[in-house]
T-cell receptor, first 115, second 116 residues
Framework: AQSVTQLGSHVSVSEGALVLLRCNYS??????LFWYVQYPNQGLQLLLK??????LVKGINGFEAEFKKSETSFHLTKPSAHMSDAAEYFC?????????????FGTGTKLQVIP | DVKVTQSSRYLVKRTGEKVFLECVQD?????MFWYRQDPGLGLRLIYF???????EKGDIPEGYSVSREKKERFSLILESASTNQTSMYLC???????????????FGPGTRLLVL
């Protein structure tokens, strides 16, 4: 079974500082990995996804994530935080094989951006 | 523009009531999903449907049922609401081409349910 672990339920950064949100996956085969963002009082929106085409994946709003097989990680980064980045971020992985595959979500990391 | 809508943003119900949460997508997607979201637990899959009148249990189906009579509509039913079902409920849809890793899952805005 595949799953993801997000380290840190809350992360605070200063405006303009580097954003680093951590995600580790457990998988015996190369997985599909996703990052979603949830702004207050909204549903989830896809930020980016890894589908084995390239290890460095660029997403919307200046975010990117690097797939590192040796570390089983897929951390999300942004060079300079903006106030509008304050949201909850979820890492996700495809679970199951064949048939009807389901997306399994991590427990989420709330990002606070301090002015 | 892609759209998943949920019938209510906020609902307050009493213990024992039958509750219907409706979800509609306008993208002709095959697959639809119901999740609940709780602090510290992330999103947990309740049920999903890969076709009209088809349904599969997710990770936490107890106390819930679903209905999919039309392709665009997926309903979540709480047969007898209990206080531990107070939560945020999110509906999602996905094309269903078979290459799930390359598909985007689209979410509705959520329904925040309070059971008293």
């Amino acid at each position: 079974a595949q799953s993801v672990t997000q380290l840190g339920s809350h992360v605070s950064v200063s405006e303009g500082a580097l954003v680093l949100l951590r995600c580790n996956y457990s998988s015996s085969v190369p997985p599909y990995l996703f990052w979603y963002v949830q702004y207050p009082n909204q549903g989830l929106q896809l930020l980016l996804k890894y589908t084995s085409a390239a290890t460095l994946v660029k997403g919307i709003n200046g975010f990117e994530a690097e797939f590192k097989k040796s570390e089983t990680s897929f951390h999300l980064t942004k060079p300079s935080a903006h106030m509008s980045d304050a949201a909850e971020y979820f890492c996700a992985v495809i679970k199951g094989s064949g048939g009807y595959q389901k997306v399994t979500f991590g427990t989420g990391t709330k990002l606070q951006v301090i002015p | 523009d892609v759209k998943v809508t949920q019938s209510s943003r906020y609902l307050v119900k009493r213990t024992g009531e039958k509750v219907f949460l409706e979800c509609v997508q306008d993208m002709d997607h095959e697959n639809m999903f119901w999740y609940r979201q709780d602090p510290g637990l992330g999103l947990r899959l309740i049920y999903f449907s890969y076709d009209v009148k088809m349904k599969e249990k997710g990770d936490i189906p107890e106390g819930y049922s679903v209905s999919r009579e039309k392709k665009e509509r997926f309903s979540l039913i709480l047969e007898s609401a209990s206080t531990n079902q107070t939560s945020m409920y999110l509906c999602a849809s996905r094309p269903g081409t078979g290459d799930v890793g390359r598909e985007t899952q689209y979410f509705g805005p959520g329904t925040r349910l309070l059971v008293l």
